[in-house]
C-alpha cells in the first residue's frame, strides 16, 4: 500500500508556493498518496499562539525578506517578495481545491498555479473570475466547482481542518504529516524525503514513549 502525507498548506503563504513542486517531486519518486488539507492558517495560529506578519517584531519581518530570497535562489522559483495582492483571503480558491479532491481529481498543478497567480504573475486570486480561469486552465469544469466550492459541504470541510491540523501537531504552513510525524516549513523536504528514502519508524516527541 502507498504511504500517505498529510499535506497542510496555505495558498496565503509564500512558503508553500516556493516547496510545492518539491514537494510534489518527492511525493512522486517515493509513490506516496498525497492528503491535501488546505487550512485558514489565521485559525490555526490563533490556537498554537503564532502571529501573523504584521504584528511579528521588525526584525523577523525583515528576516524573511532575506530568507525568501535565498529559498527562491534555491528553490529555482520565480517569485515576488511583496506582491500587489498581498496579503489576500485563499478561502475561495481553498474550497475550489476542495471540491476537486472531493470530485476524485489531482489538485496539485491547481493549486501551484494558484500560488504562482498571486507570488509570481501579482494577480489578484481573490476574484472568482480569477479563480475560474485557473480551474478552466488546468482542465476542470469551472462552473461545477464554483457551485461545489460554495456548498456546505466544502465549507464545512475547510473548517473542519483546523480542528485536525491542530490534532495532528500542525501549526504552521506548509506542514507535511508522515505517520504521524510532522515535517513543518519547505526548508524541512530534505528531511523528508530522508525519511521516506530510510523507511525510518517516526520520530516522536517523547523518544521513550
Do not use: N
Not at 509564500?14 to 492528503?35: E, K, N, S, V
Not at 495560529?45 to 528576516?63: A, M
Amino acid at each position: 500500500m502507498p504511504r500517505t502525507i498529510d499535506y497542510y498548506f496555505s495558498l496565503h503563504s509564500p512558503w508553500t508556493y516556493l516547496g510545492h513542486a518539491t514537494f510534489l517531486d518527492i511525493a512522486a519518486r517515493h509513490g506516496c498518496r498525497i492528503a491535501y488539507r488546505p487550512v485558514p492558517l489565521r485559525a490555526v495560529f490563533d490556537e498554537t499562539g503564532g502571529l501573523p506578519l504584521p504584528k511579528r517584531h521588525p526584525v523577523r519581518q525583515r528576516y524573511r525578506l532575506m530568507d525568501l530570497q535565498r529559498w527562491r535562489e534555491r528553490r529555482g522559483v520565480k517569485l515576488v517578495l511583496q506582491p500587489k495582492h498581498f496579503p489576500f483571503d485563499p478561502s475561495l480558491a481553498d474550497r475550489f481545491l476542495i471540491a476537486i479532491v472531493s470530485a476524485g481529481g489531482d489538485p496539485g498543478r491547481f493549486m501551484g498555479e494558484i500560488m504562482a497567480g498571486v507570488w509570481s504573475r501579482d494577480e489578484d486570486m481573490t476574484q472568482p473570475g480569477a479563480v475560474a480561469r485557473v480551474a478552466q486552465s488546468c482542465g476542470f469544469d469551472a462552473q461545477a466547482l464554483a457551485l461545489a466550492a460554495d456548498s456546505e459541504a466544502a465549507v464545512q470541510s475547510y473548517e473542519g481542518t483546523i480542528a485536525a491540523a491542530i490534532a495532528a501537531g500542525v501549526f504552521g504552513a506548509p506542514s507535511y504529516v508522515l505517520d504521524g510525524e510532522v515535517f513543518w516549513g519547505q526548508d524541512r523536504l530534505e528531511l523528508l524525503d530522508s525519511a521516506l528514502a530510510s523507511g525510518r519508524a517516526p520520530y516522536r516527541p517523547d523518544p521513550a514513549a
